[in-house]
Each structure stands twice: as C-alpha cells, then as structure tokens.
C-alpha cells in the first residue's frame, strides 16, 4: 500500500507524472486490453475503449482516494468504457448490446484478428450467447482467474451473486457446447 | 458369433461421462490460452504511444528567450498603465481644486447657495463664515447688510 501511496504521488505530482503515467500505462495495457477486447469482441472497438480508459484514468487520478488498488480502479473504467461502446454502438443499429454482441461473434470466422478452430468459435459463440453480466463474470473468471473478492470490488456485485452467475454460465456453456 | 456378446470389451475411467465438459473446456483453455483473440503486430507498442500522445501534460518548461522578453514587455507595457494612470488622477484633482477656487472666486454666497440645497433658514450661517468669500463680505456691506457674525473687517 506504501508503494501504491508513493506511485500515487509520482502520478500527481507535475514534475513526476509524465515517468509515472508512462509506467502505468506499459504495465497494464495489456491486461486491461484483454479484458476489453473480450467485452467488444472487435480489435478496432477494442482498441478505441482502451485509449479512451487510460485517459480518463490520467485525467481523474487526482479524485483515485486509494481505498483500492489503483488496478481495480482501472479495471472499473476500462469495464464501464467497453460498456459504454458497446451501448452506443448498438444504439447506431437499433439492437440489444447482447444481439451487438452475437452478430460481431458470427464474424469471427473472417475476423483477420481471430486465429481459432472451429471448436474455439463455438465456445466463443456460446459465450456471446450468455446475457451481459454473465458473460463480463465468465471472462473474468474463467480467463482472467480473477477472484470473487476482487470482481465484487469492480463490478459492483456481491460474491454470492457473482458466483451464482458464474455457476449459470457455465451451465449454460457446457449446454450448448454439448448440443 | 453369438458367443461373443454384443457388450463393448472397452471400459472408460470411473466417473469420465460426468466431468467430460469441464475437462473439454479445460482443453479448449489450455490450447488457446487467448481464446483465438489477436492483435496487430506491435499493436501494444503503438497504443502506447497513442495514448501518451493524447495525454496533455502540464507545462512546465524551461524559460526561452522569447518567453522571457515577453514577460519584460507586460511588465513595462504595466508599468506604464500605472504611471499614466497616476498622472491623469493627479490632473484631475489639481483641475478639481481649480475649479473650485474659480467657483468661491466668481460666485457670491447667495449664487453659491442658490446652486445647492442648502438652506440659509435652516442653516447656522453666522458659524460658517469662513466658508464665505470676500466678494460677499464687500457685497454685503454695499447694501447696508451687515450680519453680525461676519467680523470679516473689524480690523479696518
């Protein structure tokens, strides 16, 4: 937490920010990515959220109280961007997030950004499937083995909910992978 | 063929039916730990850059020459507000004095009294006197007036 407190500092102060931001960003923006892209499923709408994350992660670190870890904070915003593109982007097409979020699944097959068998498309289509919380829960879980505690922090959810989730996706995954 | 009944000789593992799904999702982890997702090559080293470009940093930069001579020239052009400023008060209060003086210097008392609301009923004339010019004293013992508190020329 001392180191935290200290990189805090680095962030805030003017003559520290530039180095410290800088290391923030080669830190995270892998995982944070990945986090998104599987929200956005599209390289490109991925790729505009995580831009859009880490600015607002610069311009709001001064109101960072640091009751958290500075990567859940982050992990928040970069949820709420990818959330909040993907509204907008069904919003364009008159669809549901969830019918947003199948139809750039079906594409997978031709996705230059998609190198998966026939078996992974089917996952990923299974996963499409689920409705939107279900899905952000699975992929936390199942991919980023994140634990309850720190996805409760997050998403805003308590542990019994989540888990419940998690346990009704997974459910339904083996389901339809089993059709 | 009868003999050999029509029972498969092959025997699976105990409980292998019921943990096949989460074994086959298990696979499908381990063989694609990114789950098919991709990314441009050197993706990750330009976003870096892009975003670092989007932040705006405060300045806080080395003087420059130019800066530097920019900074003198508010400061003189201030400078000389201020001196201009001052000038033109002083002017003004030294026109303001003058004004005045030609004003008591030209007007009698009763000019100067019909210009303002003061009221010589209402008023204590007679302990005001110095407030009357000499024009006035010299006008009013012209007329035979002589208010008796104006000891203006007792000496003479």
């Not at chain 1, 003017?14 to 180095?19: D, F, G, L, R, Y």
């Not at chain 2, 098919?36 to 670092?52: A, S």
């Given at each position: 937490m001392e180191s935290q407190n200290q990189f805090l500092k680095a962030l805030t102060s003017?003559?520290?920010?530039?180095?410290a931001f800088k290391k923030l960003v080669v830190d995270y923006k892998e995982r944070l990515y990945w986090h998104i892209r599987k929200i956005l499923i599209d390289h490109d709408d991925?790729?505009?959220a995580l831009q859009n994350t880490f600015v607002k992660v610069y311009e709001n670190i001064g109101k960072f109280k640091g009751n958290s870890s500075i990567y859940t904070w982050m992990y928040k915003?970069?949820?709420n961007e990818a959330l909040n593109l993907l509204g907008k982007k069904s919003k364009q097409l008159g669809i549901s997030?969830?019918?947003w979020v199948e139809k750039k699944t079906d594409l997978l097959e031709s996705d230059v950004y998609f190198d998966g068998d026939a078996m992974l498309i089917k996952l990923q289509k299974a996963i499409a499937s689920l409705p939107e919380k279900q899905r952000i829960?699975?992929?936390?879980?199942?991919?980023?083995?994140?634990?309850?505690?720190k996805m409760s922090e997050i998403l805003g959810t308590s542990v019994g909910a989540l888990k419940a989730s998690y346990h009704h996706a997974m459910t339904k995954i083996k389901n339809i992978i089993n059709e | 063929m009868s003999k050999f009944p029509n029972k498969s000789p092959f025997k699976v593992p105990k409980g292998y039916f019921e943990d096949f799904d989460s074994r086959l999702i298990q696979k499908i982890k381990n063989t694609s730990e990114k789950n098919?997702?991709?990314?441009?090559?050197?993706?990750?080293?330009?976003?870096?850059?892009?975003?670092?470009n989007k932040v705006k940093y405060p300045n806080h930069h080395t003087a420059t020459l130019g800066s530097a001579l920019w900074k003198i020239a508010s400061i003189i052009v201030l400078m000389f507000l201020f001196y201009y400023n001052e000038q033109s008060m002083v002017n003004q209060n030294e026109f303001a004095e003058f004004y005045i003086e030609d004003y008591l210097t030209f007007n009698t008392t009763y000019e100067i009294a019909d210009h303002s609301d003061y009221s010589f009923e209402n008023s204590n004339f007679s302990?005001?006197?110095?407030?009357?010019?000499?024009d006035d004293t010299i006008e009013l013992r012209l007329y035979g007036e002589s208010p008796t508190n104006l000891n203006l020329f007792d000496d003479e």
């Open positions: 003017k003559e520290t920010q530039e180095v991925a790729d505009d915003i970069a949820t997030n969830e019918e829960v699975f992929n936390m879980r199942y991919y980023e083995e994140m634990k309850y505690e | 098919g997702f991709i990314v441009p090559n050197g993706y990750f080293q330009r976003v870096e850059k892009d975003i670092l302990n005001s006197y110095e407030s009357v010019s000499i």
